[in-house]
Each structure stands twice: as structure tokens, then as C-alpha cells.
């Protein structure tokens, strides 16, 4: 879905038989609405930031109009994929637990409404009492892979763990034992290094858990710049007597042009 600058959050309710609107809402509902919007923007990865979020009033229920959401393509990936009531699992863990609660509240109030719209792509969300947003039984496989990242922390009494800093800033935290940690380099806190781990992943959304480790893998990378002086040398006269290095390459494959 193209990312459009404005989403719609409205809750629609009826306390001492008078509809909610921005002048008559309970105190609480009102902030538990505004923390409940603000959330489901910002998500997990923080692609939207709140505080530079602005938002107007309109009258009817009470709707927040949330504008500058231009760059916020995790959520407007998430909103596509809300088309289908069985996909919590695929969006963002932090706005399905938002459209859960919002569910939740609704089939315990039958008055109680909650909508996510945007008018440019004609896209509304409704969560009533008869809504259905679920979970798909989620499918997970045993995966190994390569994480490389500084070690900011290692150790643990009784469990032990590193915690590893990966190059995107997030830092992950990988089970292991003591026996593992006290193999090899004894000093790698704070210190690049290349973890070998196993994990499961999630066939649907590619997220991991249950991470840990199988060993430390050497990692010394090193740029040597009179080396690669002298390859860039030794290509440049292997290549001296090509005039066009496109042609001779299709050629080479066979591509007669």
C-alpha cells in the first residue's frame, strides 16, 4: 500500500445516554485512547514518532486525525495487511495487541466502536463486538545463522548469555553456557565478533526467538591497502588491451550483439 499522510482513529461510544463526542468523554477513555493511537503509530520499530505526529479533532465520535505519516511504510504495510481479519500475526506484535484490546473492549461493551480510516484509498477498519481479528497458528522452524556485532555484555551465575549489538542497533540477547564462554579469546567484551547460533524462526513474519549460541566463529577482518594496490595494479593490465569491457564480456558469455 502507498503511504498517504492521514489516518483516522475514532471510538464511538454512549455514557449517560448522550454518544461520546470531544466534548462529553470520560477522563479515561479519553487518555486511554490517545496512548492506545499513539502506540499503534509508533509500533515497535518507532518508524512514527509521536511527538512529531499532529493530530486534529473532529465532532461526531471522538476522532483523532493523525497527519505526517509520510515515511511510516511499516505501518501502512501493516494497515494493508489488516484487510483480512486473520492477520494479526502478520503486523506489527505492538499494534495487534492495540487492535486486540480495542476487541476485547468492544465485546464487552456493545456500544463501544472503535474505526482506523483513510479516505484517499477508501481503507476503514471497523472493531466491534461482532469483529473477528485473530492470530493465525503461527508455524516455526529451526534455523541457523550468522549474527556479527560488538558484545556488550556476557556472563550470568546461573544462565549464561551474551548480549550482542547488531550493526541496525537493536541488541539481541543469545543462551548459551558457561563452557562456551570461557572457550578461546577470554577477553571479548566490547569487542566485535561473528556468533554462530541456532534460532526458530517464524514462517510468516521472518521473526526470530529463542536464540543460542553454538561457538564464536574467528572474525579478523583487515584491509592491507598495499595489497590492494597491487591487485588494482594487476587488473588494470590484464584489462589495458580491452577497449570495451562491456562487449568483451558478452562476448565471453556468448551474447553476440
Do not use: C
Amino acid at each position: 500500500m502507498k503511504p498517504v499522510n492521514q489516518l483516522r482513529f475514532a471510538v464511538n461510544d454512549r455514557i449517560d445516554n448522550i454518544d461520546v463526542n470531544p466534548t462529553h468523554i470520560p477522563l479515561s477513555l479519553l487518555g486511554e485512547f490517545q496512548k492506545d493511537v499513539a502506540d499503534f503509530l509508533k509500533g515497535s520499530s518507532r518508524d512514527v514518532d509521536p511527538t512529531k505526529v499532529m493530530v486534529a479533532l473532529e465532532e461526531g465520535s471522538l476522532t483523532l486525525v493523525a497527519s505526517g505519516l509520510l515515511i511510516a511504510n511499516s505501518l501502512w504495510s501493516d494497515i494493508e495487511h489488516l484487510q483480512s481479519m486473520d492477520s494479526l500475526n502478520l503486523i506489527d506484535p505492538k499494534r495487534a495487541t492495540v487492535l486486540e484490546r480495542w476487541q476485547n473492549a468492544a465485546q464487552k461493551n456493545l456500544n463501544r466502536k472503535y474505526s482506523i480510516s483513510e479516505t484517499f484509498s477508501h481503507i476503514s477498519l471497523n472493531i466491534d463486538s461482532s469483529s473477528s481479528y485473530k492470530r493465525a497458528q503461527d508455524a516455526w522452524v529451526y534455523v541457523e545463522k550468522y549474527l556479527h556485532g560488538r558484545v556488550v555484555d556476557m556472563g550470568g551465575k546461573t544462565k549464561a548469555n551474551v548480549h550482542i549489538e547488531l550493526e541496525s542497533g537493536e541488541t539481541l540477547i543469545i543462551s548459551s553456557t558457561q563452557d562456551l564462554l570461557e572457550q578461546g579469546e577470554k577477553n571479548r567484551l566490547y569487542r566485535s565478533a561473528l556468533l554462530h547460533i541456532t534460532a526458530e524462526e517464524n514462517l510468516s513474519t521472518g521473526r526470530l526467538r529463542n536464540y543460542k549460541l553454538l561457538a564464536f566463529e574467528n572474525y579478523q577482518p583487515s584491509y592491507n591497502e598495499n595489497e590492494f594496490n597491487t591487485m588494482v595494479e594487476q587488473g588494470t593490465k590484464a584489462w589495458e588491451g580491452i577497449s570495451d569491457a562491456n562487449l568483451w564480456l558478452e562476448t565471453l558469455r556468448g551474447n553476440h550483439v
